[in-house]
């Protein structure tokens, strides 16, 4: 996954999620050349939820189905000839 400024500047690609105990563990390159490790505990994971807000939680299952889609069609189009 890579999150993008506003300029469309690549800031940070996450490379896997893992679970260490009950802590989340991300592997991460930011802006492109540093590699970093990033641990967030479950209270920082309740934290961002707060971050969202109500309305962007409910508005979550369409954005997981949109960008399903597009992954879906990004790929046949890579396989086709």
């Known amino acids: 996954m890579k999150m993008f ?3 469309g500047v690549e800031m940070v ?5 893992d679970l260490d105990g ?8 930011v802006m492109g050349s ?12 309740w934290e961002a939820l ?3 807000g109500w309305g962007l939680l409910l508005r979550m299952p369409c954005i997981l189905l ?5 992954h879906r069609a990004e790929r046949r189009t890579k396989t086709l000839p």
């Open 5 to 7: 400024s506003k300029d």
């Open 13 to 17: 690609e996450v490379k896997s999620v």
């Open 22 to 29: 009950d802590q989340l563990v991300l592997k991460t390159k």
């Open 34 to 45: 540093m590699a970093a490790t990033i641990v967030l505990r479950p209270h920082d994971v």
């Open 50 to 52: 707060g971050l969202l």
């Open 66 to 70: 949109r960008g399903w889609r597009s």
